[in-house]
């Protein structure tokens, strides 16, 4: 037992360490996937978390060139009750520590990945961090107390520069608050013209480039904390059609006039029911967020509520009274999970050929 991970509400737990022989301090999460651990790892959402599986082994088809959702994991470690040191997959290239060894990553295996989930449903995500066995838990635990949560996980994984990926259909502007590339793939399988922007860009310079929609992404932390996105959004209602994922659908709805808050342990796995109330119908979604919309506040708003979470009852779709923008907190693109919720894409392509047969001026 060579690594132990230390939670600021005082809990200690020991096991051995896998990856880089770092210590690592980050928001303790769970996650309920029973797959898809590399994707996961390389989610920009993850930004500043260290992720509790609570399926109990992890690593046993190993890491492939295929699945990976951004080229440099933001996740700070990985939490598992049992980690496969020989996977077993015909794509498989690296095992799990193999990869946090190359990608200078720490986590840690052995431990009580059961009890642990239920502290964090109990107590809500906490700061953790893990470090070595002889580390001392008290200065540990002060430290961990004195630390605040990071306000810029979207800086730090949002593009710097603008980058293209071609196509000969729509023109969509892919505002990049963390984005995974899975929401490119989708994209790009119906033909869009992509381009990817930072997420300070302004409403102006996004009308420069006259696209057809606008797609804003999935990304870390708290949807406040980027009040510039806001007003982007603000600018763009009725001159452009707008979709949002995750924290683009946050976004959109602090744009509109609605407030956000952050949950007690957050939605984080590949199956979760949401209901659509227009349709009636369940999907089984992948999600991963920590904060949500306050439905009571979309009463004054000129937003319309379209889903719900079943397990919860908290906010998963809202659509514009006037404009065309909808977005959802789940993630339709899965990677990994379920694909139930992808032809959202299409109703995306949908509103931008509606919107373009009105023959409506940007400006």
Partial sequence: MNKKLILESGEVFYGEGFGADIDTAGEVVFNTGMTGYQELISDPS???????????LIGNYGINRDDYESIEPAIKGLIVKELCDLPSNFRSQLSLDELFKKKNLSGISGIDTRKLTRLLRSKGAVKGKIVSSEADDATVIAELRATSFPTDQ???????????????????????????????????????????????????????????????SNGPGDPQDVPHAHETVRKLLGKIPIFGICMGHQVIGLACGAKTFKLKFGHRGGNHPVLDLKANKVSITSQNHGYAIDQESLKHTDLVETHIALNDGTNEGVRHKIHPCFSVQYHPEASPGPEDANYLFDDFIQMMEDFKKKSLPYL
């Fill in 154 to 216: 979207i800086a730090q994984v949002s593009t710097k520069t603008p980058y293209a990926n071609p196509g000969r259909g729509f023109k969509v502007v892919l505002i990049d608050f963390g984005a995974k590339l899975g929401i490119i793939r989708e994209l790009s399988q119906r033909n869009c013209d992509i381009t990817v922007v930072s997420h300070n860009i302004t409403a102006e310079e996004i009308l420069l480039m006259s696209p057809d929609g606008i797609m804003l």
């Fill in 46 to 56: 993850y930004c500043g978390q260290i992720v509790c599986m609570t399926y109990p």
